[in-house]
Structures are given as structure tokens and as C-alpha cells.
């Protein structure tokens, strides 16, 4: 564990905030606890390991999501009709509200985590950072910093390429743009996770 040292920094109330709002924080504190050390080391409390159970069958949920969305934004724009439109954003709201019940779980496991690795006061001695590099080291994966810079980068160049192909390529209209820049999105998101966190062990 982390010893105190001089000025207060963070709280467990904090850094959980953090994992709520910032979705690069959330997803490198996801990559975290999906470490197969780290996930055999929790789950020998019964009440994580069920969470651990429900996260698992909300991913398997999101893929099949991701995977209607892509057909019915293929068919909506190769096709033109309004009903691929309607079942792709049917898709998206049903993804969003995987993604937050997924990070809730997510953040409930954190929690746990923390409250097993630091003392109060010595977490308050500890910036956010700081707490993920020890976590980088305890667990060899991609520091906290070194994720979100590579991410934003990746994240930056899909989004751009895909604009790009919108406004001079590919004619669209108003919705089916809205999905594209959607899917894209979230695609980049994905292409970024196999990039930058991509050494699961």
C-alpha cells in the first residue's frame, strides 16, 4: 500500500466521480480491473465475483448490439428506407443503456479496489495519476497518461477520415450522418482499445 505523504489529493469519492464522467478515465480503470491477475484476486469475495457476472453478460449484450447497428446503418443507407433508420436508432439507445449500467458496475468493482489497496489517508496523498501508475506497475499494463494520449490520438484521426469521407465522398442525409459519425465514434473507440489496450494477461 501507499504510505501518506504531505498534501491531500484525492478521495475514493473523487476518483470514482472521475471514472463516472471522464470516459477515458472509465475506460482505462475498465481495462484495469479486466486483467486476469486482478480479476482473480477479486473475485474471491462472492459479492464482486457476481458483479464480475453481470458485467461479462452486459459486454456480451453490447456486441450484439454494436452488431445490429452496423447491419441496420448498412441497410438504412444501401436501401434508403426509414425502417433500418428506426432499428438503428433503436440499437443506439439500447447500446447507451448498456453503457451505463456497464459502468456502474465497473465503478462499483473500482470501489472495492481501492478501498482494498489504500488506507483514506494515504489515498489523499495521491493524485489521480499517481494512483494509476502504481496500478501500471503492479499489473504491467499501459499507464493512465500513456492510454489517454495514444486513445485521443487514435480517436481524433477516425473521426476525422470519416468527415471527410461525409462531406466529399459519400451523400448522405441529415440522419443517416448523425449514425455514421455515431458508429464511427464509438468504432474509433474500439480501434483504439485494440491498439493501445490490447496487452490483456
Known sequence: MYQPQDLPKSTIKSVISTVKIDRQVYRWFFHLIMQRKLREELVQNEETKAIYRKTDIVLWLERIMYGALAVSLFFAISSKKFEYEIFACAAMGLI???????????????????????????????????????????????????????????IRTAILMVIICIVFIVPLNFWEICGVVFLAYYLSFGLSWMLVYRRVK
Do not use: H, M, P, W
Request: glycine share 6%; hydrophobic share 40%; aromatic share 12%.
Open 96 to 154: 447507451f443503456l448498456l453503457y451505463v449500467i456497464k459502468r456502474e458496475l465497473i465503478v462499483r468493482v473500482c470501489r472495492r479496489l481501492l478501498d482494498r489497496d489504500f488506507l483514506a489517508v494515504s489515498l489523499s496523498q495521491k493524485t489521480l495519476y499517481q494512483i494509476g501508475e502504481y496500478y501500471s506497475r503492479e499489473y504491467d499494463i499501459i499507464s493512465l497518461t500513456g492510454a489517454i494520449t495514444s486513445s485521443d490520438g487514435i
